[in-house]
């Protein structure tokens, strides 16, 4: 290489749009996307002077500069993507500026302050629900169906649908969450089987335990300082920052057969390990393996796994029933 020449990096010349870019999972693949030198428009309601309703200091136009900061260019567009005219401009915006759209990382409400967390479905507040899904949910699909647009008519393209679960295990947190992240991990399965013969991944990510902006407040730490919370919380001690799946999903946009893994549900221990990426520590979390390890068992019970574990094997026997070869096995 010649002195002074820039090393290429693998998302060079690429277009990403992160929806939901203003903190947690959103900001921290925006950062992972910038990192690998990808141009990112980063998106949200929340601007300087202009909070969202959720109230919370962060800003878009942070997010495009950290995006700045890690070697990518960072653009900050506030949209409301539960307006999908505004959604609709968006794109038409990417289009003209840059003529291609190569990554849609799809991340909003992720943390939703408005979730009721533990309510168990006969105690659902259904104003709150229906308030929920149309922020958690259809503002995912509008954004989605508008980035489809646009990829299928080149031929490539990545959607990946941030959730928070790799599995349709029984989670506890109640039952508003359970259909929100369900849903998020089913639309990453349906869309890639739509979008197959177009040529565009789509798959469905979701963090271990977060460190975001909202988790670190919550402990009342700061990312410095953030093992002290191990005392309040010993499982803090596993957590990883938003970074981590960022890294992951950087190196997903840039693998030449990301088609082989669309319809996946990843997480972001399996996108490090696939991928060879650490968190900004050199730690490759793995909260999934640690929860099996020590948490599950106890906090649920053995037998609630077991059930689960059964639901599982039952409906993956159905669905082989729909392959000619056991259809004849079993005539």
């Known amino acids: 290489m010649a002195k002074g020449a820039r090393q290429r990096k693998p998302l060079s010349g690429r277009v990403a749009v992160v929806a939901g ?9 925006a ?12 998106t949200g309601r929340s601007t300087a002077g202009q909070p969202s309703p959720y109230g919370r200091p962060e800003t878009i136009e942070e997010t495009a500069s950290l995006v700045e900061a890690a070697g990518g260019t960072g ?33 909003v409400a992720g943390e ?46 990545l959607i990946v649908e941030v959730t928070d679960r790799d599995s349709f295990g029984f989670q506890g947190f109640g039952f508003a969450h359970d259909w929100v992240k369900a849903t998020l991990m089913r639309f990453g399965y349906v869309m890639a ?19 975001s ?37 950087a190196a997903l946009a840039a693998d030449r057969s990301v088609l082989r893994w669309s319809g996946e549900a990843m997480s972001s221990s399996e996108l490090g390990k696939r991928y060879g990426v650490t968190d900004h520590d050199g730690r490759q979390p793995d909260i999934q393996s640690y929860f099996a390890e020590h948490v599950m068992a106890q906090m649920f019970g053995l037998e609630t796994l077991r059930r689960g574990w059964a639901w599982h094997q039952r409906v993956l026997e159905r669905a082989g029933r729909w392959l ?3 259809a004849k096995a079993g005539s």
């Open 21 to 29: 870019a203003t903190r947690g999972c959103g900001r921290g693949i």
């Open 31 to 42: 950062r992972g996307l910038g990192e690998s030198g990808a141009v990112v428009y980063c």
């Open 75 to 107: 653009v900050a567009v506030r949209v409301d993507h539960g307006d999908e005219a505004q959604v609709e401009a968006l794109f038409a915006r990417v289009a003209e500026e840059q003529g291609r759209l190569d990554v849609l990382v799809n991340s």
């Open 112 to 157: 939703d302050p408005t979730f009721r967390w533990n309510d168990p479905f006969w105690e659902t507040d259904l104003e709150n629900v229906t308030s929920l899904l149309r922020q958690t949910v259809l503002t995912h699909l509008v954004t989605a169906k508008h980035a489809a647009r646009h990829m299928r008519t080149k031929r490539r393209g």
């Open 193 to 211: 089987e739509e979008l197959r013969k177009h040529r565009v991944a789509a798959v469905s990510v979701t963090p271990g335990y977060l460190r």
């Open 213 to 249: 902006e909202a988790m670190l407040q919550h402990w009342g730490v700061t990312e410095e300082n953030w093992r002290d919370a191990g005392a309040q919380d010993v499982h803090f001690l596993q957590s990883e920052t938003p970074l981590y799946l960022g890294r992951g999903v």
């Open 324 to 326: 000619p070869e056991a």
